[in-house]
Structures are given as structure tokens and as C-alpha cells.
């Protein structure tokens, strides 16, 4: 009996075994392109954040005093929120939004202004003057040549057509050639940014953190915690997705009232109502 019990364990272990190893296997193959393992490579790590941002930027005397990974970013209610892969402030109070973007879609331009205008809004209190608004930096590093042209980094900025002049409005965006490669610090770092180990990095700031996160059994253990943590957000996600596929069913269907829309969801009655509203827009 006490055997037969043994073996149910281990049959009832083996899944989470297997989905461990096959955790395993795909950090072996994480790259800092990858926007998951960029975010834990730069947490709690000033430093590797200031020399990215010197070489992208050009900036040797950057100082950056403050980081932070997915950095959710909500001013307005009923706005859409953004979550930022890493968020810094430099010593002059200028803000730098630091994404890592591999499909096109993510790189589209009208995503990069909503980015550059969440951070002004996040940044501007009430009885602040606009004037008081920091600089603000968004940078998307795309794993393709986003423009084409071969160029490691394009600068967007905006410009008074009639005078040829720079606005001059502290808003700067950068698109970071994920495919320059040369002997430039940016085409080491490119380069960098595409290796799955450590040994064949050419900064030793970023391989050093690498190492850690694939080789050290305490940051292995946290980058599987991480992956687990964002397997149970997908899902969760997955979850209110199909709830909300529910709601505009029902909506659609149009013999429910709110409230029973909401006990057979299992949204909130708010929550039914703001979908509804979506909707009638």
C-alpha cells in the first residue's frame, strides 16, 4: 500500500518535473532581446542600466539614480494602461522608458507616442506648470531593422516645418537597430543583446548578470519562480479574456439584463457596465 502511494506521488510529480526541465531548457535560450529575461537582467541593476543607456544615448556622463521593471503606468481612469519593460530617472530628472520590441506591431509608431505621452502625464502633478514636465526618453529596441536603412539607432524628433527648427519640446523617441553589428560600443551591445550566453557577450556587466540568472542556482531558482509567475498571469488573463468574450456575447444577444450578465461573467456589475459603454462608443 505505502508503495502504491509512493507511486501516485511520483506520477502526480511528474508534470511539474517536466515542466520544470522544460523551463530549464528555454532559459538556456533566453537572450536580453527577450523582453522577459531584459526586465530581470535590469532589476535592481543601476548599473546596467546606466551603461546601456550611455552607449544608446550617447550620453557618457548619464547618471542614472533610479530603476524600475514592469512599471505599471494608469493616470487617467478608463485610459489603457502600459506596463514599461524598464523605467529610469537620470540625475537631472530626465525619464527614460527603455522597451524591448521583436514583432513590428509592437514597434508602431502610434504605440511609441502613447508610451512618451503616458510618461508625461505620469510625471506632471496637479498646479505644476507644463514647463516643469521632465524630458522624456522612449526607446524601442527592435529585434529587425525597423526603418530599414541600416542605420543603429534613428532618432525621432519633432520639428517646426515652417522655421526647420527643433520643437524643442523634451520629448526625444529612439529606435535601436536590433541587427547593427560593428566594432561601435552600440554594435558590441547589439550583439550582446542577441547572445544566449554569457561567454560570448562582449560586456562583462552584462555577462556578468547573465551568468548569474543562467549558471547560479539561486538566480535560476528566481528566473523559473519568474516563469511561473507569468505562466499563472497568462493564464489569468486567458481567464478574463473568455469572461469578457462572455459579456459581449450576452450583450450582443440583448434579452440579459446587466446584473445577469455580471453573475454568469463573473465580472463586476461596473466592470459589465464600462464593456457595455465600450461597446455603444
Do not use: W
Not at 542600466?49 to 533610479?66: A, H, M, N, P, Y
Not at 489603457?80 to 514597434?107: F, H, N, P, V, W
Not at 439584463?257 to 462608443?281: C, M, P, Q, Y
Request: hydrophobic share 30%; net charge negative.
Amino acid at each position: 500500500m505505502e508503495l502504491q502511494k509512493q507511486n501516485r506521488r511520483q506520477v502526480m510529480g511528474l508534470p511539474e518535473a517536466r515542466q520544470h526541465q522544460e523551463d530549464l531548457q528555454r532559459l538556456r535560450n533566453l537572450r536580453p532581446m527577450d523582453d522577459d529575461f531584459m526586465r530581470c537582467l535590469f532589476k535592481d541593476n543601476i548599473p546596467l542600466v546606466e551603461f546601456v543607456l550611455r552607449i544608446i544615448t550617447g550620453k557618457q556622463d548619464l547618471s542614472i539614480t533610479s530603476c524600475e521593471t514592469q512599471k505599471d503606468m494608469k493616470r487617467l481612469a478608463g485610459a489603457r494602461s502600459i506596463c514599461l519593460d524598464a523605467y529610469g530617472t537620470d540625475s537631472a530628472g530626465k525619464r527614460y522608458d527603455l522597451e524591448i520590441q521583436r514583432q513590428e506591431k509592437g514597434a508602431d509608431p502610434y504605440r511609441a507616442r502613447y508610451h512618451s505621452s503616458v510618461m508625461d502625464i505620469e510625471n506632471l502633478h496637479a498646479r505644476q506648470e507644463f514647463k516643469e514636465l521632465p524630458d522624456t526618453y522612449t526607446i524601442f529596441i527592435t529585434e529587425k531593422d525597423f526603418y530599414g536603412k541600416g542605420e543603429p539607432v534613428y532618432p525621432i524628433e519633432r520639428m517646426n516645418l515652417a522655421t526647420g527648427t527643433f520643437f524643442e519640446d523634451g520629448e526625444h523617441i529612439l529606435y535601436v537597430n536590433g541587427e547593427y553589428r560593428d566594432e561601435s560600443d552600440l554594435g558590441k551591445l547589439m550583439h550582446d543583446f542577441n547572445c544566449t550566453k554569457a561567454d560570448d557577450m562582449n560586456f562583462k556587466l552584462m555577462a556578468d548578470q547573465t551568468r548569474y540568472l543562467k549558471e547560479n542556482p539561486k538566480g535560476v531558482s528566481e528566473m523559473c519562480r519568474i516563469m511561473e509567475d507569468m505562466r499563472n498571469e497568462s493564464l489569468k488573463e486567458g481567464i478574463q479574456e473568455e469572461k469578457k468574450m462572455t459579456v459581449y456575447r450576452m450583450l450582443e444577444a440583448g434579452k440579459y439584463f446587466v446584473d445577469e450578465i455580471a453573475n454568469i461573467s463573473g465580472l463586476s456589475l461596473e466592470e459589465v457596465n464600462r464593456l457595455k459603454a465600450e461597446r455603444n462608443t
